[in-house]
């Protein structure tokens, strides 16, 4: 099943550009690093978390639009935007966002750490004492590892890794063998440290750091003996990271992937960055090398990666400057003493992360890996990181003779060679790896036991909506399920059948799955409630995801506003619909919420006359998750855990006023401000969840 083409069939003027409204969640993200209630170290960690999503913005989404321009693809988007109007607004809100962040890092924040006991000097004000170890410091740890190169016809422009560090140095003078040139390039291996910590006994701080541009810049001049040094400029180029699989020519998508994924590295550059002291003719030297304009060009008061000084609160030991530490809670029916599976035979369990542990998904897989019982064992991962406990039991239930399968999705963009490396493992162990179906990413969470039980074979299952990364779970709102349900069990079964499979799917019970119904009966919801208001009787509609973006489904909410739904949309990042138009959406009500967790809960609720139908999902309302990929969405069924999704994924976040944007017609975002009482969702489920908030 394909998405939908014809876009000309849309009014342009009621749809957000995708790429534009993503730089706004950019804006809401930089407006916590320059919260002042926000700790310290957080706002630095925020300041760096824009410059990553920053960075994989212009990996992806902008070397999308460059490659539709080479093309000549001047299609007209849901939005009406041609690809090389929209390069030339994107670029101009990154120059926003960009001297923003720098004039907040250099005029607030590094001020204010230095004032706590935090320093990162600069050239020029080190004493004799940090400059003589500085010194000592490059040439015993620096120096061996550089290779300078001189540009001359024996020695090219090096291939510069995409988002490195390196150094253009401006040259006088001949070398040892007569030759006479005035470039060269200095790459900083990424061995070398980006941020060095200066021995306490030449500090009046208790955390003193030096960046290594700093290091570098002072020294360079040992590096061209009997050269003179113009200048040195350090430069760091963003490239297309993008992997292009030919689906008629692949025959292993791994090797096929493992082929591609060091050349991800050296794809066309979109994006140079310079330090401001950069010259003029250094600035178009190296424009034209990697064939970029100047509306591609960077230039930051300060050093070109940001994202270098997100260790930095990990580094400092000053609790009053973090959020203080939680540790995440249980539901009370987990804390009886009955093993996971008797607890589950009796009633399903409702976890949200982080404020509740992840650790009963770990237990669930690791009794299962141990239960002689459990005679089998699939799993869908999408993301799970190098070192997991999860797939560490996996790999022992499958050394264990158990039947083990893994539905392991190769295609998770820049998890691919950790997922590779599992997917080695894995099949050394003895389990069954399959890659799910080709063209379509295995973006849906699903863990299934079976186990040998007296009255029969029963299921075990979780579903969630968020990725199987113990990791992640600490930081990522999420919710999942914990079940024994037949029907639910059924359904997962079937959905694992077709994937690992052939044949054409099956109705399921409960489960909406993508490509296949999820859209339609999203689409076929919203019109219920449609229906319902147009009979006189109140429609309500409220969903949280992290994007919205599919026509379809927008043109079914605006059609939903009109008869008079209530509607409100809780929608982190990316969103195509214009709230509170008149006569189309002034019954909509979009929100997003930035604070300390990451928001990634995907909840639909559908008031459906009264029953309150309830689902959880692993897909957000975007064409891609709909039409080019397999997800999954569950209903909660017990109407108790179905009044927390409510009270917890809901209505908590719609009486926020203290994390809360809202959404105007025009796509900007409005931060919500308390009048009388603060109400903070993500600080109000720690203190109700978590066992230490």
Request: hydrophobic content about 40%.
């Amino acid at each position: 099943m394909n998405a939908p083409l014809n876009n000309n069939s849309y009014d342009a003027e009621q749809f957000i550009n995708r790429e534009l409204s993503l730089l706004q969640f950019q804006r809401r993200v930089l407006a916590q690093a320059a919260d002042p209630k926000v700790p310290l170290l957080e706002r630095l960690r925020f300041l760096c978390i824009v410059s990553s999503n920053l960075d994989e913005f212009f990996e992806i989404r902008v070397s999308g639009i460059r490659e539709q321009i080479r093309i000549g693809n001047n299609a007209v988007a849901t939005d009406g935007i041609l690809p090389a109007e929209l390069l030339a607004r994107v670029n101009d809100e990154v120059h926003q966002i960009l001297s923003a962040q720098y004039a907040l890092l250099n005029d607030d924040i590094l001020p204010a750490l230095e004032r706590e006991g935090v320093f990162f000097l600069r050239r020029g004000i080190w004493d004799e004492a940090q400059s003589d170890w500085i010194h000592d410091f490059f040439r015993r740890e620096v120096m061996p590892v550089l290779t300078p190169i001189g540009l001359d016809p024996a020695h090219p422009f090096p291939r510069v890794f995409n988002k490195s560090l390196n150094f253009a140095v401006d040259l006088e003078g001949r070398d040892a063998f007569g030759r006479i040139s005035n470039t060269a390039i200095v790459q900083a291996p990424r061995v070398l440290p980006r941020i060095i910590r200066l021995p306490d006994r030449i500090c009046q701080a208790p955390y003193t750091y030096v960046f290594l541009s700093s290091v570098l810049h002072t020294h360079v001049d040992e590096l061209f003996d009997g050269m003179h040094v113009h200048g040195c400029y350090q430069f760091r180029v963003t490239r297309n990271t993008d992997l292009f699989v030919d689906e008629e020519e692949v025959k292993d998508l791994r090797a096929q992937l493992k082929g591609g994924l060091q050349q991800r590295h050296y794809g066309d550059a979109v994006r140079l960055e310079v330090a401001d002291n950069c010259s003029e003719k250094m600035v178009d030297f190296l424009l034209q090398h990697f064939q970029l304009d100047r509306t591609d060009l960077y230039t930051t008061p300060g050093i070109v990666n940001l994202v270098r000084m997100m260790q930095v609160p990990d580094w400092v030991d000053r609790p009053d400057l973090k959020y203080p530490p939680f540790q995440p809670g249980l539901p009370k029916s987990l804390k009886s003493r009955g093993d996971i599976f008797s607890i589950l035979r009796e009633h399903d369990v409702l976890l949200h992360h982080p404020f509740q542990s992840f650790a009963p998904v770990i237990e669930l897989l690791r009794a299962g890996a141990d239960d002689p019982q459990v005679v089998a064992i699939k799993m869908t991962v999408y993301r799970t990181g190098t070192d997991s406990v999860l797939m560490e039991h996996l790999v022992r239930a499958a050394q264990k003779g158990k039947e083990i399968t893994v539905v392991l999705e190769l295609m998770a963009r820049f998890d691919e060679e950790a997922n590779i490396s599992w997917a080695n493992r894995l099949e050394e162990a003895g389990a069954h790896v399959v890659y799910g179906v080709f063209g379509y990413k295995v973006h849906a969470k699903l863990l299934m036991l079976v186990r040998r039980e007296t009255e029969g074979l029963r299921r075990y299952v979780h579903l969630g909506t968020g990725n199987y990364h113990p990791s992640t779970t600490r930081f990522y709102t999420d919710f999942g399920l914990l079940t024994a349900n037949e029907q639910i069990g059924e359904d997962v079964a079937e959905i694992f059948k077709q994937i690992t499979g052939l044949g054409q799917p099956s109705a399921l019970t409960h489960l909406w799955q993508a490509p296949f119904s999820l859209q339609p009966n999203v689409v076929a919801s919203i019109k219920n409630e449609t229906e319902i208001a147009r009979a006189g009787r109140r429609g309500r509609i409220i969903a949280k995801i992290n994007a919205l973006l599919e026509p379809e489904t927008i043109e079914a909410l605006y059609e939903a506003s009109r008869t008079g739904v209530e509607i409100d949309l809780i929608v982190r990042g990316p969103c195509a619909l214009r709230p509170g138009v008149p006569g189309l959406s002034e019954n909509i009500r979009v929100r997003s919420l930035v604070g300390r967790f990451l928001e990634h809960h995907r909840i639909m609720y559908f008031r459906t006359d009264g029953e309150d139908r309830v689902y959880l999902s692993s897909a957000d309302w975007m064409p891609r998750n709909f039409f080019r990929r397999i997800e999954t969405a569950f209903p909660i069924l017990d109407p108790q855990l179905k009044r927390r999704v409510i009270k917890e994924g809901l209505r908590c976040y719609l009486l926020d006023n203290t994390q809360a944007w809202e959404m105007q017609s025009d796509g900007r975002y409005r931060r919500k401000t308390p009048r009388r009482a603060t109400h903070s969702a993500q600080s109000i489920l720690l203190a109700e969840l978590a066992a230490g908030g």
